[in-house]
């Protein structure tokens, strides 16, 4: 019935503000779609509702009422209505699932959620009565930055992007096959958790204890050749006691824990359990879009996953950052591969607040910002780089020579800050690491 006294209220009103004010959508017309549609596009074509006349002259059938009910009334029934239409289908799927299998149809529930929201009004944001909101935000930055960010690793590539933001920040670090984008992701999560955060990173391709090999290398400078092979290591044991007393947890989890089926609802459970403040993903193409629809192609499933990464950001005020491959045109490049060489998707890009590609070059790794909401791009980051010693040393221009001095900027926490050493001893107390 109240199909038909909104239509009404629009011929008889000659205006579809109800419509438009209340984020009305075709979606909702199930007894009268072709009337709807009829109007609105009339409106599109002309610029004005039809008379009754025409209408009735079309629709022969259609009663046209008198409506005295408020438009309250009406939209508050309408989105009633629209609700148990949205609903029934998602009930029955799950009764039907929860004969076979309870985890499926909880995985369901949580896809559909989304979906059985009532479309509001969209009221928008006054930007000028909220001023000193924003004003107050700022200061509050300024007085503690740590709140609203957390650095990246790379000095460098913090006075860029100002560090990963603490929600609304998708970053998405591409390369080609073997250039070291892993280690990279876990470099910025190591350093966040060398800060006092708590991490989890999803990692498919390793296990947990090659992860945790990576991490000793970057952190503690262990030699990661030297672990991985069982060789001679004897400050090893030393390093391990040292770490033991560190509380801060750094969680891998790989996808055989999400029974290998790793959704965005999964992860949001994932980083609430462990009350997470950064989350790494090493591989979005082993990520499963729970929008997917059958037909849907590879773009368009990782173009929602992104999408619902960024959204998932957002919601629980966490910087998400995930490894993309760069496809085949990039590895063709002799030179940093660009936006248009991320693999299997423009949507990636597109929702990514953050974009830097990787490659190595020669001893150095070179990262490049490609994308960034909240500055410049375009700047080429160039490091020497000791990949079994986890050691990164800036270098100023890309014209320095490997045996020139670097740029010293940070240093391990167990000691001041003193000159980078070159082959530094396999104490890892005497290593100094350049970020």
Known sequence: MVELQVLSKVLNDKSVSILELNNITPDYFITYPDEYEFIMEHYRQYGNVPDKETFIHKFPDFSIVSVSETDEYLINTFNEEYLYSKAVPVVQKIAELM??????AVEYLNSQLDNLQVKSAVKGVDIISSARKRYDEWQEMKEHPEIYSISTGFDQL???TGGWHRGEEL????????QGKSWVLIKTLEHAWRQGYRVGLIEPEMSGSKTGYRFDTLYGHMSNRSM?????????????????????PFF????????RKVTVQKLKSFVKTNNLDILGVD????????RARRGDSVTAQLTNISEDLMDMSIELGIPILVVVQSNREGAKEDKAPGLESIRDSDGIAYNASVVVSMRQKDARAELCVQKNRNGITGTKLNYLWDIDKGVFNYVENDEVDD???VKSEDTPPWEDKKPAKKNAGTDYKDATEVF
Not at 171 to 178: H, L, S, Y
Not at 228 to 248: A, C, F, H, W
Not at 283 to 290: A, F
Request: proline share 4%.
């Open 252 to 259: 891998v989890a790989h996808p055989k824990e999400f029974a």
């Open 171 to 178: 970053v998405v670090i591409f390369a080609r096959t073997g």
């Open 158 to 160: 913090d006075d860029i």
């Open 283 to 290: 591989g979005i193409s082993y990520l499963t879009d729970e």
């Open 228 to 248: 991985v092979r069982g060789e001679e290591m004897p400050e090893y044991e030393q390093y391990i006691s040292d770490l033991e007393k560190n509380k801060t």
């Open 99 to 104: 004969q076979t299998d309870a985890t499926a």
């Open 403 to 405: 045996t020139e001095s």
